[in-house]
């Protein structure tokens, strides 16, 4: 089992519409989890982060954690095709700090 | 931008030959990253500081690679004898203690 695993898609929404990407995640230890943007060519820009479990919402962006499934989850509402990019999950590991990726969804929004 | 610079952004160079990428982090940031991107893939996780102590080195990464942080400041990615399978985007993150990581702009190996 991979340490964090998402769908790598590719997710395609229609403009206006409600992207839900998944992550789930194998440290039940794990604390906080980071949201990642990437465009093609690019480096990854930090979107959200979480900690407690719940909602956290964040203009268009709500983050989702359950710890107790091991589950994190990023809704995008209003989607734009700007919004069109590689989300990237990630975890930071009890042991050390270490911070896991998992591969990817691509998300699609189609005007 | 960030605030955390990676050197040089493109690379070329022939199989064989040794390579050294930089990555000069937000200053107060402790904690520094090393990841390897190929396309489609998410960032793989290869070393990582804590201040100038090398904490974590991946059971992937093959000992033709090799990372420091003297100081505990800026930090190098050295690859002897590169090989065809190494070009990759080589990413930088830095971040304090368990806070957000911020990523540099990477750097692009082409192996030829």
């Known amino acids: 089992q991979k340490e964090v695993e998402q769908n790598s898609g590719p997710l395609s929404v229609p403009e206006g519409a409600i992207a839900s990407l998944n992550c789930t995640y194998s440290d039940r230890g794990s604390q906080s989890f980071f949201w990642y943007r990437q465009y093609s060519g690019k480096s990854p820009e930090l979107i959200m982060f979480?900690?407690?479990?719940g909602d956290k919402e964040d203009g268009r962006f709500t983050a989702q954690l359950n710890k107790a499934s091991q589950y994190v989850s990023l809704l995008i509402r209003d989607s734009q095709p700007s919004d069109s990019a590689t989300y990237l999950c990630a975890v930071n590991m009890i042991e050390g700090g270490k911070l896991i990726f998992g591969q990817g969804t691509e998300l699609s929004v189609k005007p | 931008d960030t605030g955390v610079s990676q050197d040089p952004r493109h690379k070329i160079t022939k199989r064989g030959q040794n390579v050294t990428f930089r990555c000069d982090p937000i200053?107060?940031?402790?904690?520094l990253y090393w990841y390897r991107q190929t396309l489609g893939q998410g960032p793989e996780f290869l070393t990582y500081f804590q201040n100038e102590a090398q904490l974590e080195k991946s059971r992937l990464l093959s000992d033709r690679f090799s990372a420091e942080r003297p100081k505990g400041s800026f930090s190098t990615l050295e690859i002897q004898r590169t090989e065809q399978g190494d070009s990759a985007m080589y990413l930088c993150?830095?971040?304090?203690?368990?806070?957000?990581?911020?990523f540099g702009q990477g750097t692009r190996l082409t192996v030829v």
């Open positions: 200053s107060e940031h402790n904690r």
């Open positions: 993150a830095t971040r304090r203690a368990n806070t957000e990581a911020f």
């Open positions: 979480i900690y407690s479990n």
